[in-house]
């Protein structure tokens, strides 16, 4: 078979939506807070400073990523 002969595969692109990380790292410091408060004995502080810092981190990827959690403006 040459290689005239052979049909090349058309690529299509596609634009892939960007996923948001937000839910994951919030619970990802849900969790981490959790188990390191009942391991400092302070449960409720450490726990909120995980949420917290989960928010603030899937807020900065998701802001790099491109992902708005605002409307824009019309």
């Not at 839910?23 to 502080?45: D, E, K, P, Q, Y």
């Not at 990523?65 to 824009?72: E, H, K, L, M």
């Amino acid at each position: 078979m040459s290689q005239t002969s052979r049909k090349k595969s058309v690529k299509t692109s596609k634009k892939l939506k960007a996923t948001s990380f937000m839910a994951m790292c919030i619970s990802c410091g849900l969790f981490l807070g959790f188990g390191l408060g009942a391991m400092l004995n302070n449960v409720l502080l450490v726990t909120l400073i995980g949420l917290l810092s989960g928010a603030a981190i899937g807020y900065y990827i998701d802001k790099k990523n491109g992902i708005a959690y605002t409307q824009p403006r019309h």
